[in-house]
């Protein structure tokens, strides 16, 4: 990884003598070319090893802004700061304008030297390592990576992939749980846009004044509140993906500004008479029936249509069975890496059981049992009355499971105890676990 080498391209052979020494003390290795065309062969020599280059403007073969044209072509984002005497400031000033991250005047002292280099090693270090994150993201998010075997699930991964290339709007629709947004990523980052941002944004949870502030953006002194300008999502997402998640809440308003950013890719903030354009592709997704919202006033049919380019269901995980142990074994190899229990498995009372479900939170609700189930579990077997399916609580505050589930279970209390230890004892984590208010944690803490 670039983060401690240092390329230095400089006929004056005690100038890059100096560079070396300068460098050396701040404990970076040093590599030295005399001319640009071997500068080039050592860059492509060592490869990613290099995280910034030094070239002198002046080389017996090529100008310094010639080698910092070669290089841009070998590794566009790779930091060049071209060294300058008083006859070449012209030469600076282009060297910027292709690219160059900086530049030396000489005479320069040894902390102006050093300061550079930390600076440029240090941008090179964080660029390499958003590009190992983004490789990851576009790697976990791989349609592959998506867990479901059933008709109805390969159908949506098909249509998905084949429309991930194509720059055109989708909507996903499905019940809440069902993996809208893990979808939705998959699409952006399986497609040209991949590297570009990734922007959500939850229609349902903004009142209808500041949904369109986060969408939009204001100018300063827009309303009482602006004393600053605000970028909305719209600007975030250029040349991304803008993620407009439960795009069914959206009150009318809005809509009418939606649509027109749809039609003509352009908007203004709120407060401002300039328009913008914006390059983003539009992933919708909703848990509503749009149809209905059309034939009951509250959703624009013009809008529908423009958002249902390519519709895409999810079905909800009643309806797919037999990927239940897929997805069980999924989450017990996510926990298992989380508690050190990686030997944890589901017994075949414990699968029918889950199967049987009737799952209303879908694979959200499912990660939150198993998760659940392992604090639960007191070796490493998951049965029926670790999952805590379908029952109620009794007088005497004992969860009293449903028929398929077996009767010798924890009380409540002992349940809340384990999940605030497991969260060491932060209660809203512990409710959250539990899948219940956080009232009833309180009462239960001792």
Not at 333 to 343: I, V
């Amino acid at each position: 990884m670039p983060q401690s080498s240092v390329l230095v391209i400089d006929d004056e052979k005690k100038l890059a003598q100096l560079f070396v020494e300068i460098l050396e003390n701040e404990g970076l290795t040093v590599h030295v070319a005399n001319k640009g065309g071997d500068g080039l062969a050592r860059l492509d020599e060592l490869g990613d090893e290099v995280g910034m280059v030094f070239t002198d403007m002046k080389l017996p073969d090529m100008t310094g802004n010639d080698v910092l044209r070669e290089i841009k072509k070998r590794r566009e984002e790779l930091p060049v700061v071209v060294v300058t005497g008083f006859a070449t400031k012209d030469g600076a000033v282009e060297a910027m304008r292709l690219g160059a991250y900086d530049y030396l005047s000489k005479p320069f002292n040894i902390a102006e030297v050093s300061l550079i280099a930390q600076r440029a090693l240090e941008r090179s270090r964080l660029i390499d390592e958003n590009r190992y994150l983004q490789s990851e993201l576009m790697s976990r998010y791989k349609f592959e990576t998506i867990i479901g075997d059933s008709e109805k699930m390969q159908t949506a991964y098909v249509m998905a992939a084949k429309v991930a290339k194509q720059n055109v709007t989708v909507l996903i629709t499905g019940e809440s749980g069902t993996g809208k947004e893990v979808l939705a990523r998959a699409i952006h980052y399986q497609s040209a846009r991949g590297d570009k941002p990734f922007v959500k944004v939850n229609c349902a949870a903004l009142p209808e004044h500041l949904l369109e502030d986060e969408l939009f953006g204001h100018e300063k002194g827009a309303f009482t509140d602006a004393s600053a300008q605000r970028i909305g999502r719209f600007e975030w997402a250029h040349q991304g993906t803008l993620f407009l998640d439960e795009i069914g809440e959206i009150a009318p308003s809005v809509q009418v500004k939606l649509l027109r950013v749809l039609q003509e890719r352009e908007f203004e903030r709120i407060g401002s008479s300039k328009t913008i354009k914006v390059d983003v592709r539009i992933v919708a997704a909703t848990n509503r029936d749009l149809g209905r919202a059309i034939a009951e006033g509250t959703f624009r049919e013009d809008l529908f249509y423009r958002l249902n380019v390519v519709p895409i269901e999810l079905p909800p995980l009643r309806d797919r069975p037999g990927d239940m142990p897929y997805l069980v074994n999924h989450f017990l190899k996510k926990y298992g890496e989380e508690t050190g229990r990686r030997d944890m498995r589901v017994t075949d009372e414990a699968m029918a059981c889950l199967k049987a479900h009737n799952w209303k939170g879908n694979i959200r609700e499912l990660e939150n049992s198993i998760e659940r189930a392992m604090i639960l579990a007191e070796g490493d077997e998951i049965g029926p009355r670790h999952l805590l399916l379908g029952g109620a609580l009794n007088a005497g505050n004992t969860y009293m499971p449903n028929a398929a589930v077996s009767k010798a279970i924890p009380t409540l209390a002992e349940v809340v105890k384990m999940a605030l230890d497991k969260c060491d004892g932060d209660e809203k984590e512990a409710a959250r676990l539990l899948d219940c208010d956080i009232k009833v944690v309180r009462s239960f803490k001792a």
